[in-house]
């Protein structure tokens, strides 16, 4: 699979698999191993792993030395790009075959390998002159992939101790503003909210109508001036609340705007409103321009506490100046700065507590 001088070719690619794991040796040959002798394998440092913090505690094995984790190479080519932490994610990621055992998870991983490798040293000139500052920053504090990815990407300079680290420099000025427009407070009747539940489903259930007709008690005229009108509706699972209550919360937006807030306890719920707000908005890129997640600022990634991190970091290089340098590379993604969306790298939080990093004064807000 590799050629013998290959720098990969001493590694062995390990996946848990009880009572031990699964290998992997460079060329291509795979076989199971008990416990002790996985191990031994991982705790020397030569392994190829997927989230090396997972694989140490099914091992029982703390780490000691970095390893060739392959989330962190992909986080690095990729940043920002939704992933399962597994072999199989990671193949499902660039479109590998997909491996159906865990023997041939451990060989995928140096397909894995590879492929990134190969798109580090296809890539424009431009942007390898971008990242090579990044890639001898975390060279230099012992971030096993930064030797390869430094021959991948071609000459590095050595200034800055932080450098590739800066990501709070170039970035978009973006201000929060209040939506265009005042509200209005025309009322939803029941028949209109009726017809719009019908139209986001074919054949709504007697329940959910039942449902969505209680629920355009609060979206109906006001009783008194100034006071807004609540509506406390109950319904067992599998009813169809999120439709039923969207129903008439998406005639009131359309009648008064200029937008309606949804306030949920939860992230879960958060996203499955967002799931089913395509009902409503068939259309990607209406859906992203009309469909707006709010989370706390403590959700969020404050480029002031970072810049702090990287610089506190510079002093002691080591797996956090790794988990910095990924973060870095996640900022540059375009990303909003929601450290709990599906782009962020949550494996870093091994490494580094997200909470030296997050918003705890009001840096970055959701778009």
Known sequence: MLPANHSLANLTALVPAPPGAAACDGAGHCRRLSLKEAREIFQSGHA???HAAFVAGR???PAAKP??????????MRPGYPLIPSALGLACALGLELPQTQEASSRALFDVTLRLLDEARDLPVEAKARLAPLAGTLTRA???????LERALGEVPHGSPIAGLEAWRG????EDEALPGTPGSTPVTTDEARARLRALVEHPRPEQEAYSDAATYAFGPREESGA???ALVEAGTGTGKTLGYLAPASVWAEKNGP???ISTYTRNLQRQIVQEMAHLYPDPEERAEKVVVRKGRENYLCLLNFEEAAKRTALAPGQRSVALGLI????SSNTDGDISGAGFPAFLAASLPLGEVTDRRGGWRAR
């Open 48 to 50: 190829l792993v997927a």
């Open 59 to 61: 091992l029982k094995a």
């Open 67 to 76: 390893h060739y984790d392959v989330l962190e190479l992909f986080a690095f």
């Open 142 to 148: 012992g971030w096993r992939w930064g030797p390869l």
């Open 171 to 174: 970035l978009p000025q973006w």
């Open 228 to 230: 807004p009108k609540i």
């Open 259 to 261: 937008g309606l807030w």
């Open 328 to 331: 870095a590379r996640w900022i």
